[in-house]
């Protein structure tokens, strides 16, 4: 080959070379923009998913607040699951796939993660607060009754109602009283369940006592009788106490449900 040949392949050869550094700069630019453009829409969909969610649905908040508790419904937890795998893909258009679960539409995982956090957000009352809210209630039925009484006064005297009345209203605020007492572990199981025991027997004394003088009145009074509205709700109130028991069993031994299923 004559050196003028060598020469021209020598440019080719450098010329493709530098067509090829060329490309590959330029590719490299291309794959920077296209990399930055995802980020910037994966950042601007995250900015948008935090806005439309805002005071509804903080997920880091809202996924510790949700493994914090004990969760009854294993679909809740799945949800929750699929919720973080979402959050992780920043709300991403693509179909999310949950290994064991499936495919999902982002959007429809937005909304049952969203219920799913809201319903766990207002859980139901543990078994302090159940215990507290059960005596308010029972305390307003009692002031009814009260006012009640005053219907047939003379009778429900004689029949030694104020007796009666006053010790179901003490056992309801020892019983209102016994919810901080759980909670604060100042109670022991017997001293607990003796003013549940009492506290539903009180109730009952209260029932029975009104039954036995709206009797009375029947023919005492020409046919008067006492308007109760509050009356039937005490024999119902006597048995919500009662089924006190076992959740407070279950504080001081949680075997006690396995207990309980045997008889």
């Known amino acids: 080959m004559s050196k003028g040949g060598r020469d021209m392949n020598t440019h080719v050869d450098q010329a493709l070379r530098d067509m090829a550094a060329s490309f590959e700069d330029r590719l490299d630019e291309v794959l920077d923009v296209e990399a930055g453009l995802r980020d910037v829409l994966l950042e601007t969909q995250h900015m948008q998913l935090a806005d439309n969610l805002d005071g509804i649905l903080d997920v880091e908040a809202g996924l510790a607040h949700v493994l914090a508790r004990d969760r009854k419904a294993p679909d809740e937890q799945r949800v929750v699951e699929v919720l973080w795998e979402w959050a992780r893909a920043a709300a991403s ?20 993660a969203t219920e799913a956090i809201q319903r766990k957000h207002k859980p139901e009352p543990n078994t302090f607060e159940r215990v507290r809210r059960l005596a308010l209630r029972i305390n307003g039925v009692l002031d009814v009754v009260d006012k009640d009484a005053t219907a047939c006064i003379q009778t429900l005297d004689e029949s030694g109602f104020v007796e009666l009345f006053t010790e179901a ?23 607990a369940l003796e003013i549940v025991r009492r506290t539903a027997l009180a109730l009952l004394d209260v029932h029975q006592l009104l039954v036995r003088t709206q009797t009375m009145d029947r023919h005492l009074l020409r046919g008067t009788k006492p308007n109760n509205p509050g009356r039937p709700s005490l024999m119902a109130f006597a048995t919500e106490v009662s089924n006190l028991i076992v959740p407070i069993k279950r504080l001081f031994d949680p075997s006690c449900d396995t207990v309980e299923a045997l008889h």
């Not at 309801?172 to 007492?181: E, F, R, S, V, W």
């Open 93 to 112: 258009d693509a179909v999310i796939y949950i290994p064991g679960l499936g495919g999902f539409d982002p959007t429809v995982i937005a909304r049952l």
């Open 169 to 191: 209203q003490e056992w309801t605020i020892n019983l209102h009283a016994l919810g901080d007492d759980l909670e604060h572990g100042t109670i022991g199981l017997d001293e």
